[in-house]
């Protein structure tokens, strides 16, 4: 149930990353558009990226679960507060226009230079980058991953959340898929709005029971 | 090729045409066609499982089915295993069964039913059987789905 | 701008009634089942008003060049008998609208089109429904719902949603009820919500295993069955269907005039939208003859007519196919088109093409039912009871 429970909130939000992300990989994929394996390589390096700093994440937060949520006090109540003040933020984070820069925009420098010697890295670094977006559904993610208790846990919940969140990414090789990339904010804001709702529901939940 | 096009657009839509009267009327065709494909069948959880055994008893008999811990992936942490008694000729009006339900030679839980009333008592014997999930006449027979911790997690 | 008609006049009138004569046989041999039941008199009534109705709609659909105006009759029709012959039977059989744990237990429940949105999944992974209908037997088994469903989808696509489906009706009628909206402007992008319950429906259904849409969020509940109510979680969820009933599917599209339970909320639509890319029937608009009035943004009742879409020449994947856009332009700019075909021409082939199976399927669905009805009607005006 954990870990499906990070499948399905990285399918609700995991358009919002493919809207936000995704103009990261454009250029690379305009380039050699026409050469769909190719694609299909520079999409798998940059997911390769997301996964890595998606297991760094787990790895961190479900140390920081086992050191805190341990202690009983920490049981139940701060989960749930956690829970609604969290997806309060995903609401907002749907319902308002936040600017939103992909974080492995700014590893283009970096990346660009690597990429002279080593081009393989530019999709990997944007991938790795892009995985620590702190959005609100990241933020979620590490709250519920936290609340497993056990690394192991941790990292299965962000895996699994990484996979939610890749499913989006699959079509790209495509690169005319991107014409249909508002509506697919727009539900990818929707299944925000609705995965908040849940969470809310879950926190209260947790908080009166 | 704009001719060729237009033809293959015309041939598809008289198709479709066709496909909707097809549909209905050999309806009960396909259907017993797709009914044999292996996923056709409904999941544990709504169906009860498996028969795994029958015992009889005087004047009635238990079917108990595999116990169901069905997931969408693997196996879940709980579950449940329905049971059911079918009267010889008509349902008793108390059933008492003790029901060791994964057959392993330990009696699990005691199950008392009135079927007059629908009142229904579960003495658990085993850590792993958990609460009455459900209990119901069914057609001729009394139906209960007792709650389960899996063993194998 | 000059308009012309998409209709010539000569000879239309012997025209329209030569292309109905094939759908008298379609609508004997459907609403009948094969099978005339001419036993007592009410019955012969009952088929030959339900008859006479369904082929007027056809003829005058023909004849006029008017499409929408008269579905929506049918449609509008269809719904109303289908919850009243479905409840009537359901008393009958059980006694109640509501089901027991006895119909859960035996997995006799009717699979209605929408649980296929919920059941992909788990086939994929659990290699079984996760539905507790029956495969085969009964009434709507498993199998031949499903039939029907790929049968409509690749004939019709989401045309199911303005010409099949038993719900569908409900608001398309109550969006007819004002002259004007009271509430204007709608976001077409409401329209998008549905794909995204689509895609939490279709998730937390396979993680739970459980139908969650029918669970906890069918309106329709309300006029087909529901769970007897026994503990306070059936009491929430008989309030969340009810409250979904009448804010989706009456005050809403009373208030917008907008189909606002079909075009923005129900998963199956979403889905069925999908199904508009596979098969040959679409609506698209002549853009030399359109002069931009935006009559079809504001007439279409999905949301699917919105500014790109007209600048494109063609609505958007969600369009229903329910010619209301194609009815009130007063240009002509808009019809229905086949693939593959060259645009802007042979509308009158291209649209007779269309309504053939449109119409099959609309008077499948409602004929059998429309036809009982009236013979429940009877009976509850001659006798006080439907029973
Ligand atoms: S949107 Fe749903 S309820 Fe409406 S017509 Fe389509 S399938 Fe039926
Ligand atoms: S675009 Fe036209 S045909 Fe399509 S749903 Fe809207 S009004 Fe109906």
New binding site residues.
Partial sequence: MHSSEGFLLGLSTGAVCLATCGPVLIPYLLAESNAVVKNFLEVGLFLSGRLVAYVLTGVITGIAGTLFLQNHVFQGFVPGIIDVILSLSLLAYAFFRFRHVCPGETSNQLAGRLGLHWPEAIPLLGGFASGLNFCPPFILAIAQASASGNIAGSVIYFVAFFAGTSLYFIPLPFIGFFRRKQSLTIIGKFAAIIAGLYFLYKGIFIIFH | MKKTLSIIGYIWAVLCLLLIPITFMGNNAFASMLAKLPFMKVNPIYSGGEVDRTVNHAGFKTTINKPVFEALIGESSKGFVQVKWTGDKMLPPIINDTIDYDNNGIRDFIIHIDTHTGKTELTPLDSHVLSLNISSKVKDSWLARINLLNPAK | MKTTSLYSTSGKLWKSIALTLPMFLLTFVFITGGKPDFSSSSAIFSFVVTFIFFNTLFFLMLYTGKTDRFRAIGFIAMALFFALVFIVNLVKMRGSMSFSNENLLSCEIPFC??VTTMIIIPIVLTKSIIFPGSILTGFASIASMLVIVIGISLALG?G???W?????G???GTSRILRRPVIKNVNPNWRWF?FAFLLIIALSAAITLTPTYCSWFCP?KTVTEYEKITNFDTLMKTIVFVSLFLSLVIILPVLTRK?I???T??????L?SFTNKINPFEVTIDKEKCNDCKKCIRTCPTFSMVEPGLSKGRPEITC?KCGKCIDECSQNAISYHIRGTPSGKAFTAARTLFLYPAFTLLVVFAGGNIQYGIVLLIRFFSTGSFM
């Fill in positions: 089109h929408i989401r199911f949603c303005s099949g489906c038993f719900y569908g409900w608001d398309d549905s329709f189909r339970q079909c075009g909320f129900c998963p199956m639509g979403a069925m229903m």
